[in-house]
């Protein structure tokens, strides 16, 4: 593990802000294999989320001609060498209209762990809506703190699985790179952390759903999830019977973590077609 003290040194001489949750990445090893795993050409117009002062920028800039940074800390903002013409974004990432930005686009960057999901679903957008709430993007690579990073590319019956997991994957392909451990990082959080890739769906099943079945998808969805350690009888019980599951074959005794999106989508046909 490349920790650079130079990078421990900028760190500490900034006044890192707990609310924000500013950890700064200063494993220079690490911080190169984010930006390696960004698989897209020179000219695309890359979006960092939450630079902090600097690190994984002053590589990107290496590489990429075109560099958009969004930081709601703009003391952090104001310590990046902005000599290359970066597009420098003093705005809060939750709030920020991302379609605003040129495209094609591709996102890369060390979210912070206490709204990392916030901003990811910002990009997808709900379950009950086929399309991406920012259109064009190519690819994302992003740190999340590893138990998201888990549940973001988690399967069915997994223990990490959950209706995070088949809302982010009905619309992207997702792919778990590698852990980082709290060592990489300056001040060192608690937990470790995660890195992805997140790719959107060139046709995903969602758009063969009518608006009516979208819904129920989403209602279905979060009322099994929110019961999960219930059966699907149970947890399900104000939607469907024990005839309905077997109609579906789907099994009753299964929890909302057994079934995958498609057999959620089974379901959801089911329902609308009753109503």
């Known amino acids: 593990m490349t920790i ?11 006044r890192t802000k ?3 949750g500013q950890n700064f990445l200063v494993n220079q090893d690490i911080l190169h294999i984010i930006k390696n795993s960004l698989n897209v050409p020179i000219e695309t117009n890359i979006l960092e989320i939450g630079p902090g002062i600097g690190f994984l920028t002053e590589i990107l800039l290496k590489d990429f001609k075109s560099l958009n940074v969004i930081d709601l800390d703009k003391y952090a903002l104001e310590s990046l060498d902005n000599s290359h ?7 809060d990432a939750l709030h920020f209209d991302f379609n605003a930005l040129a495209k094609p686009l591709a996102v890369i960057g060390n979210l912070p762990f206490n709204v990392g999901t916030l901003i990811l679903m910002k990009f997808l957008g ?12 190519t690819e994302m690579v992003l ?10 590319t988690a ?7 959950n209706a995070l997991s088949i809302a982010a994957q009905a619309k992207a392909d997702i792919e778990f790179l590698f852990e980082v451990s709290a060592q990489a990082f300056w001040p060192q959080p608690k937990v470790k952390a995660g890195v992805i890739r997140v790719k959107p769906k060139i046709n995903n099943i969602l758009q063969t759903l009518s608006g009516t079945e979208l819904k129920n998808l989403k209602r279905i969805i979060k009322v099994a999830f929110s019961t999960r ?9 104000s939607l469907f019977t024990v005839q309905d599951f077997e109609n579906c074959q789907i099994l009753h005794t299964d929890r909302a973590e057994n079934l995958n999106l498609s057999h959620y989508i089974q379901l959801t046909k089911y329902l609308s077609s009753k109503n």
């Open 4 to 14: 650079s003290p130079l990078l421990i040194q900028r760190a500490k001489a900034f």
């Open 18 to 20: 707990k609310n924000l």
């Open 85 to 91: 013409q970066i597009n420098i974004i003093h705005a």
């Open 126 to 137: 709900e379950i009950d809506d086929p399309a991406w709430k920012v259109d064009n993007v």
């Open 143 to 152: 740190m999340f703190q590893l138990e998201v990073a888990q549940r973001l």
């Open 155 to 161: 399967t069915a019956s997994s223990k990490a699985y």
């Open 229 to 237: 350690r219930k059966n699907l009888k149970n947890s399900l019980a």
